[in-house]
Every structure is written in C-alpha cells, then in structure tokens.
DNA sequence: GCAAGAGTGGACCGTCAAGTCCAGTTCGCC
DNA sequence: GGCGAACTGGACTTGACGGTCCACTCTTGC
C-alpha cells in the first residue's frame, strides 16, 4: 500500500502531494542529514499534514527509501547530457566540468546527495542495499563508455570496465566528501584529474 | 573549562574517566553514527552518570568535538608504522595493505573513521574545522613522503606534492564509502591502486 | 446523485532525547 | 584531620520526535 511509485491506488492529486512530501524531505536531508531532519519540518516545508505523509509512507524509514530513489534519479539526470558520452577522455572530460560545475551550485554544500546518504545509511541493510544498486546504476554508464571504449581497441587487453568504473566513482566520491569539508571544489579537481589520467592510461 | 586534554583542573581519576566517556562515544558513534548515538547509551557504555558527562563536557556538542580528535589520533595512530615511510612506492605499497587491513577488520562497516564523522558532521562550522584540520594532518605526511621524493630527484619537476597528496585522500575516502556500502574492500584496493599508479606516474 | 474510498487537517499520545540540579563522596593539600 | 574542590549518582524537567487516530472533504465510477 505505501512506496508506490506508480498510480495504482492513488489519484493524480494524490500522486502530487507524494512527490511533494519526497521532494521536501529530499531537499532537507540533503541539507542536513537524515538523522537531523525532523518529519514536522517535511511537513512545513512540503504543506502537508501527518496523516498525507502516513497515507502515503509507512513511516520515516519507509520515507527515506524514497528520498534515496528520488536523489538517485536526480543525480542521474543532472549528468544525463553527460553520461551516455563516457566513452572517450573528450567525453570524460565533459562529464568532469559538468560534475564540478554541480558542486560549485550548491557551494561545496552537501557533497554528492548519494554519496551523503551512503555515509549514513550504510549501517542499516535495506537502505544500504538501495544505495548499492544506485552507485551501481551510476556505474554502469561508465562501464558502458568503456566497453565501448575497449570495443573499439582503445583500451589495453585484460583492462576490466567494471574495476575501472569502480575506481573513477571512488574518485568522485572521496573527491566529493573532501570537497564538502574544505569547501573547495579543488579535492575534487584533483581526484577527477587522477581519475581520468588514469583511464587515459589504459588506453592504447 | 570543559574540553580540557591535558590535567589542568583534573585528577587523575577525572581524567581516566574523561577518556572512558570519549572511547565510549567514539566508538558508538563510529558503529551508528553521531545523531544516532544518545548520551544514555554513552554513559551506559562507560559505565559513568549523567552529571560526569556534563562535568567534563558542555554538552554533546563539545562531546563530539572531543571524538573527532581522539578518532584522528586512532586513525593517524593506526598507520603510524607506514605513514612515515610513504616516501617510495614500496612504502606506499606497504600502506595500502595496512589501509585496507584496517578496513576488513572491521568487516568494511564503518569505513573511514574521520571520513564517515566528515560525511555526517560537515555541515556545522565548528566540527567541520575541525575534521577539515584532521585532513590536512593527515595529508601532511603523504606530503612530506611526495616532498623527499621530489628532493631526490624523483618527481618530475612541476609536480606539486600537495595536490598528490590530496588527490590520494580522496582515493582512501571514495574507496571507504565505497568499501562500506558494499561491505567489500575491492573498491578500496582499486581506488588506492590509482592512487599509487598516479604517483608512480609523477615519477622520474 | 450517491456511495466508497482516496485524500486531508490536526489534535493527541507515548517515548526518549538533552540538559539541570542537588545531595553525597572522594581527593589533594596544608 | 579538616577544608575546599574535584568528582559522582541519579532523580527530575522540558521539549521534540515519531507515530496514532478520527472527523471531515473531495473524487470517481456507476
């Protein structure tokens, strides 16, 4: 009954005041953390009442499920123009302005909305396991670049897309948290530059 | 008057039961992060009261401080034997596996001690000064290895061995995010991989 | 047009968190 | 040994939080 995303019970009215109630949580947990943002607050910011969000979510948790999948889809979206072209270092380099240019929009606040999530959900099973396919759906773009990539010849025989992809989201991720820390968008220069040389490397 | 390290005010006594409040905390907190982790639980962990707390503390607030430098100290403390030898690839070989054995003894829950307070704490202007200085004691000595290594010659000139350094952090910190989402130390060894390829790059 | 059920508003409750307070004990020092 | 300060125990207050409940209003399909 709770965390449809499809209009199988609810009306379109419905549906709207659903996404409202993501989209404020989203906003807020990003800004602060999940722990530290309170259903009242959701309900403010979203101009709601307890009994719509109850309606729609079987509680808090059930909520944050959702706020994960709403900011897995943002932040996919955010990089679309960018993600179907990793298949080149022109590519990757186009994806890298693009990435940064999304830090320095919100101020080096907040660092990657996945990457945030993960830090701390990553203890309880289900979110965790959600956070994991999302990074994986992140990965599988680039995965995809390389193996077009690698198709093509231009990649070093035995070079593993997957570990490839695993390394340059590694570098996006820690570049992303020391970003948000020193509220520089350097670290996460710095670790995109590594990661793509290191991509170019395998290349032949 | 609170957050006193060293005896100023302090018996012995105090100061054994100030250091049991804080291992307490730490590792709590390191288990379900800081937001989850009430003072009760501290004070039942420590085996301590309320009004001690509060005695060597102002509040959770300066608790928390209190934990980011004893995880600091824990964390730099734990690879003391490698930290001041990361001035060749075999060295920083050497460090790799002590990084990565830290991690699968904790089963990959947990990641990063300090990466995971940043990821949870960097919102607020205090503690985020704080994990930020962490940081950069931290980078100090892959800076001072980088340094050596350009003395000698071995760097190629031009190369800034800060920038290596933090390019390196955000490796450790994407591969730990990583690392404890998927509760497997692949992505660690391949982010550190990088990493050291992208040093070994620098050289000669 | 009229049920049935989706959608809504907000009062209410139990719990548990942080933080306060005070009375009592131990310690360091003269 | 005795005085003051450090230290300790735990009851207590206050408030916010997640969650429940019920009365009410729209929408929709027949």
Redesign the interface.
Known sequence: MTNVETASHHTARGMATRARIVAAAADLMF???V??TSLDQVLAASGTSKSQLYHYFAGKDDLVLAVIRRQTERVLAAQEPHLRQLDSIAGLLRWREGVIDLQRLHDC???CPI??L???L??SPVP?AL??ES?QRWGSYLIAGFTAMAGRGELAPGTDPA?LA??V??????????T????ST???E??L???I??VR?QMR
């Open positions: 800004a602060a953390g722990a530290a606040v907040g660092g990457g945030s993960a830090a701390e990553s203890a965790r956070l994991a990074f570990d695993v390394a989201l590694s570098a996006v991720q820690g570049g992303a948290l020391l948000k820390t020193t509220r350097r670290p996460l710095l670790a530059d590594m990661a040389e290191h490397r």
